[in-house]
């Protein structure tokens, strides 16, 4: 099974509206961290945000905020306002306890039309 | 601040020659990672290293791959003899210790 899915192969948006791009994780650990990371055209990763299993709060960072449903395992990446700039690969990732390894999704791709 | 910084950006060679990727990582983080990206498979951790000692290579896919980490800022993945099934982007990410993961900006290997 794999441990990072993302369903959403490509997701379109006009700019100014908010998206939200989907990620389920599978694990049976209780502490684990959950990442999402951009990856534009010209293919560098940039890590955008994370959440931890234990936080009571779910992660924000500027535009992105993260969507954390622990009992669903879920962690969907929420970006508000989307911006011709947030056109780009997006991926999910997770490292559980006990690992400093990430486990990373397929990836989204995500296009922002004026 | 310098991010982790990747060497070369861009190679392309022969099949059959020796091919190193060379990385920098972030100064006082411990732990190194070198991943390889291809459209089939994704993001693929090859090896990781914490505090220049390598932790798991179970990534990577044969013999012909080498990685080492000679000290706590220099690290190179060697191929040896290439082969064009090895074209893919190579990432370089480096962290403390449970903290998230700082990639560089990859190098492109082609091998024709």
């Known amino acids: 099974a794999q441990k990072i899915t993302q369903t959403q192969p490509g997701m379109f948006v006009q700019e100014k509206e908010a998206v939200t791009l989907d990620c389920t994780y599978d694990?049976?650990?209780?502490?684990?961290?959950l990442f999402w990371y951009k990856q534009p055209s010209s293919g560098e990763m940039i890590f955008l945000i994370y959440?931890?299993?234990?936080?009571?709060q779910n992660a924000t960072e500027g535009r992105y905020s993260l969507n954390f449903q622990k009992a669903r395992k879920s962690a969907n990446l929420v970006i508000s306002a989307s911006q011709l700039g947030d056109s780009a690969m997006y991926f999910c990732?997770?490292?559980?306890?006990?690992?400093?390894?990430?486990?990373f999704g397929k990836g989204t791709m995500l296009l922002v039309s004026p | 601040d310098a991010g982790v910084i990747q060497s070369p950006r861009h190679e392309v060679t022969e099949m059959g020659q020796e091919v190193t990727l060379r990385c920098k990582p972030i100064?006082?983080?411990?732990?190194l990672f070198w991943y390889r990206q291809t459209m089939m498979r994704g993001l693929e951790l090859l090896i990781y290293?914490?505090?220049?000692?390598?932790?798991?290579d179970s990534g990577m896919p044969e013999d012909r791959f080498s990685a080492k980490m000679p000290n706590a800022s220099f690290s190179t993945l060697k191929i040896q003899p290439s082969e064009p099934r090895d074209s893919a982007v190579y990432f370089c990410?480096?962290?403390?210790?449970?903290?998230?993961?700082?990639f560089g900006d990859g190098t492109r290997l082609s091998i024709l």
């Open positions: 694990t049976s650990d209780q502490s684990y961290g």
């Open positions: 990732a997770m490292r559980e306890r006990g690992y400093s390894t990430l486990t």
């Open positions: 290293f914490n505090n220049n000692v390598p932790i798991d």
């Open positions: 959440q931890g299993s234990y936080d009571e």
């Open positions: 990410a480096s962290s403390l210790q449970g903290q998230s993961q700082h």
């Open positions: 100064s006082g983080h411990n732990s």
